[in-house]
């Protein structure tokens, strides 16, 4: 079975316009060529799709279906064409949990403010490559190396560690924790997307784990007290909850975050948000 683009235009054309005639003005071609294109459709189909009579053509209940379907696929055509063919009018920014976490919202601003002619639209994906590899984004926000040498990435700002608990755990009452006080608890972690793993600690004191894959499954575990988690100071900012805390492990290293791209397509507007971004851990 091979449907075309051009025959569920020409089954658009001829609702939307009402005749085979205004179909054919409004496509650019002979009422022959869309009867013809009408009935290879249906053909490849096998079902009719209209009914015709003098007066009227009007969509038999499977010509409804299939017409809104077609409308859908040429839809998402006109939407491929448009990102393939302009698609340097949108730089679309990708991250797995936070994205800049406390300059998100400076970074948008400044973004509007400086560069109107490119749309900047911030995407979640949770992915090792926060979507990059998955063609979500033209750039992405990461908080671990990329080992994948189709990309190039460059770090603009460290972010500190912090402990995430519920505000009735003992830890809570402190201003700061070490790894040592993590270390006899159960720690949760995203081995997908997550900056915490067991090699902070030293072999005979690292915590139990629990895995998860969702910041949202993440957040309501620690809160039920069930486990703590370690994660970037920018996962605070964005994700602020009620029964939850957050403080600095004053131990551990700081992460680094990192702007990713791919090395031989890098978008035009790449090096503008890095220099962005670059100045606004720099002040903060």
């Known amino acids: 079975m091979d449907v075309e ?3 569920l235009r020409c089954l658009v054309a001829i609702v939307d316009e009402g005749s085979f005639t205004d179909a054919a003005i409004a496509l650019g071609v002979s009422q022959a060529a869309v009867s013809r294109t009408l009935a290879s459709l249906e053909r490849a189909l096998g079902v009719r799709l209209l009914r015709r009579t003098s007066r009227e053509v009007s969509p038999t209940g499977t010509g409804l279906r299939v017409l809104g379907h077609a409308r859908r696929v040429l839809g998402e055509v006109d ?20 994205a800049v976490g406390r300059h998100t919202l400076a970074f948008q601003r400044r973004w509007a403010a400086t560069r109107p002619e490119t749309e900047l639209r911030l995407v ?9 590899a998955e063609g979500a984004c033209d750039l992405a926000v990461v908080r671990r190396p ?23 755990d003992p830890l ?4 700061s924790v070490r790894l040592a006080d993590i270390g006899g ?20 004191a690292r915590p139990a784990t629990r895995a998860t894959h969702d910041v949202d499954d993440w957040l309501t575990a620690i ?13 605070a900012h964005q994700y602020p909850r009620p029964g939850i805390v957050y403080r600095p492990v004053r131990d551990a290293e700081p992460i680094a975050v990192r702007l990713a791209w791919w090395r031989d397509e890098p978008h035009p507007a790449a090096q503008a948000a890095l220099e962005l971004l670059t100045t606004l851990y720099g002040t903060g």
């Open 124 to 132: 979640r994906v949770n992915s090792a490559t926060a979507g990059l």
């Open 79 to 98: 939407d491929l064409v448009q990102e393939a063919t302009s698609g340097h009018a949108c730089l679309r920014v990708g991250y797995a949990w936070s």
């Open 5 to 7: 683009l051009r025959q």
């Open 146 to 168: 990329l080992d994948d040498r189709r990309f190039d990435s460059a770090i603009v700002g460290l972010e500190r560690r912090l402990c995430a608990m519920a505000s009735d």
């Open 223 to 235: 809160s039920l007290g069930r486990c703590v988690g370690m994660t970037a100071e920018s996962t």
């Open 185 to 204: 608890r159960t720690l949760l972690i995203d081995r997908r997307t997550g900056t915490t793993t067991t090699q902070l600690w030293p072999p005979d």
């Open 172 to 175: 809570a009452r402190r201003r």
